[in-house]
């Protein structure tokens, strides 16, 4: 199904020069017309002298790239780095860029075609325009991945690092100013690591005062072809990185956020123990048949819509290869909205720069191309046989504390195991001891229920959500959810069945042969959501010490002013839940997310929307308010 699509996109004007592609917007090439591939290499590969670092690497390397153009420095640097030995190499490569317009398909075909790469079919097969926001690719099971930044360059300045090797590689300073200035520059200088080297086409006198000052040694080289010399620099004055000891984590809670935190930390060496009171893992929400992955956007310029972006791409573009989800029917899907809904999503397509593949607007009515329904427990099941995760089932942890530099946890019949990280995933749960009564987590109850196809009319080969939602499962249609705030009993309720049925539109009821709704099976689930329907990830903060020290010192009305000293949070205690109806789209991002917050490296979503997430956030907006306004549920 298509439909027409009325905002233009923002994408390059660009034209073949010769043998090169040449911008009409910044007047220049995009890589030198006697030969990109070779020129690229020299300057980048060779200049930031990778072969030989790589071999003395620890686990990760990180890239990071100022105009990611035709993809060519990424292409040639992953294939470089699949050619070599893995005792030649780090065990894991982070390729970060920023690009302010990608460019479609068809044209990097034409470029790469020309070059003969073995990795370049396996970049295009992952490749698609995606809109302004920050997105990740992972390729070779996840040893590679790409964070590709759509927007401004000084949009650097909100990521983190540490970066070990630099490719600055936009258009020259005379033609694109805003990529070379000087905040760029003191974004290099904050995010560059240990032993950080930068490689450059230019030798711009500018270029090279601006990278002194972030305390870089500059040195002219050799350049390539016509060009005499090009701009190589390495950081003054650091030590290398050390080796890291992979340490032991437990989880507390089985579901989707349980078991891709475990997934995400093992692939990053962790030993993971993984506990669930029940006898099976997803034994929740994240048990029914069917979930649809689609965004929730809004017309502001929000974190709630960046971080739906951003996790609904990285869920479809990893869900069958990553998470060996196979069964993922990528249908699209049809959303019908009020016309209050419309607006935020014309507004939402024209803010972020939706390529049409994402979301096609007519009227009312929207449609998701990369969209469609998988099983949510598929997510989980690959933890199971995982080298470094055992699983715990059935196995109710009743009480943790820190003891003796490790978490010591504990259940009915006594101690359970001990970790050096502890990470609550266990939805509404991680509110019960004293010192988490004052998470803001909410218990909803979702029922869906199984109606035979014949129900229906006009039945369609793709989810369609509106008030209600209904998934083709062959013979049957789930079709859900209710969302309930107050219910009297936690068990399945028949009499529910006739809410969602009432709520389903009368272009696909069946007129003449009504279902016994109250017969049919169905499935209740339990979503933890906060009040501001974000989710909570992070370190959980101490209430008191962290409440004081935002009070004597901060005073604060912005999250990246929250208190920061180690008395105020526990030690190596953390937190995945609030993820509500929207698992399929946040769990994957958001457990990669923590794990490169406990591991320290670059993070998934940009550093500010990540402040947003923080558990602290409601300890402040409490202080914010008289005693009787506090907002917990």
């Known amino acids: 199904m298509a439909l027409p699509f009325s905002v233009a996109m923002n994408n390059p004007e660009v034209s073949f020069s010769g043998n090169s592609l040449y911008s009409e917007e910044f007047g220049d090439i995009y890589y030198s017309r006697e030969g990109g591939c070779a020129e690229k290499r020299h300057v980048f590969m060779e200049g930031n002298a990778l072969l030989s670092r790589w071999s003395a690497a620890p686990d990760l390397f990180v890239i990071a790239e100022l105009g990611f153009g035709t993809g060519l420095n990424f292409i040639l640097t992953a294939d470089l780095y699949l050619s070599l030995p893995q005792h030649q190499r780090p065990s894991r490569l982070v390729f970060m860029s920023v690009e302010k317009k990608l460019l479609p398909k068809h044209l990097l075909l034409q470029v790469l075609d020309a070059c003969a790469i073995p990795f370049a079919e396996n970049f295009l097969g992952r490749y698609k325009l995606m809109p302004n926001g920050l997105h990740s690719i992972f390729f070779d099971e996840g040893r590679i991945e790409l964070r590709l930044l759509v927007g401004e360059a000084e949009q650097l300045l909100s990521w983190n690092g540490p970066v070990d090797a630099w490719y600055l590689d936009g258009f020259s300073p005379q033609k694109n100013p805003e990529m070379w200035s000087e905040s760029v520059f003191k974004a290099v200088g904050k995010l560059s690591g240990p032993n950080a080297t930068v490689a450059t086409y230019t030798v711009s006198a500018m270029v090279r005062d601006s990278l002194q000052s972030q305390g870089f040694i500059t040195e002219k080289v050799p350049g390539f072809g016509r060009k005499k010399e090009m701009l190589v620099a390495r950081r003054e004055g650091t ?117 049409p593949t994402f979301i096609e607007a007519d009227g009312c009515n929207s449609w998701l191309g990369f969209s469609g329904f998988a099983r949510p427990s598929c997510f989980c099941e690959s933890v199971v046989t995982h ?242 306004e506090q907002i917990f549920f």
């Open 239 to 355: 030590q290398p990185h050390a080796l890291r000891k992979p340490k032991t984590v437990a989880i507390i809670g089985g579901g989707i956020a349980g078991c891709l935190s475990a997934r995400a930390l093992a692939r990053r060496g962790y030993h993971v123990h993984l506990f669930e009171a029940r006898g099976e893992l997803s034994a929740e929400g994240s048990g029914n048949r069917a979930g649809i992955i689609h965004p929730h956007m809004s017309g502001d310029d929000s974190v709630m819509t960046r971080l739906n972006a951003s996790g609904y791409s990285f869920t479809v573009n990893h869900v069958r290869d990553e998470y060996g989800c196979r069964e993922f029917q990528q249908t699209g899907l049809l959303n019908i909205q009020t016309e209050e809904d419309e607006v935020r999503m014309h507004k939402a397509i024209t803010r972020y720069n939706f390529p």
């Open 387 to 628: 080298p470094r995760i055992s699983i715990h089932l059935g196995e109710r942890v009743e009480n943790f504390e820190y003891r003796g530099g490790g978490w010591e946890l504990a259940g009915a019949n006594g101690i359970l195991g001990r970790a050096e990280i502890l990470i609550l995933a266990n939805a509404a749960a991680a509110r019960r001891g004293k010192d988490f009564s004052w998470l803001p987590l909410r218990e909803i109850k979702g029922q869906v229920v199984y109606v035979p196809s014949r129900y229906f009319q006009n039945l369609t080969g793709f989810p369609v959500s509106s008030k209600v939602y209904t998934i083709p499962l062959g013979s049957e249609v789930l079709l859900g959810a209710t969302f309930e705030k107050e219910f009297e009993h936690r068990d399945y309720d028949e009499q529910k069945n006739f809410e969602l049925w009432e709520k389903l539109g009368e272009d696909y009821k069946a007129q003449t042969d009504l279902p016994d709704l109250a017969s049919l099976p169905g499935r209740v689930g339990f979503r933890a959501v906060t009040y501001d329907r974000l989710p909570l990830v992070g370190r959980l903060p101490r209430e008191e010490s962290y409440s004081s020290e935002y009070t004597a010192n901060l005073k604060a009305r912005r999250p990246s002013d929250y208190p920061d000293s180690p008395e105020s949070y526990f030690p190596d205690l953390y937190i995945l839940s609030g993820l509500g109806a929207r698992g399929l789209v946040y769990g994957p991002l958001l457990a990669e997310q923590l794990a490169a917050d406990i591991a320290d490296e670059p993070y998934y979503i940009l550093p500010a929307d990540y402040a947003f997430l923080n558990p602290g956030r409601f300890l402040i907006r409490n202080l914010r308010r008289q005693p009787t």
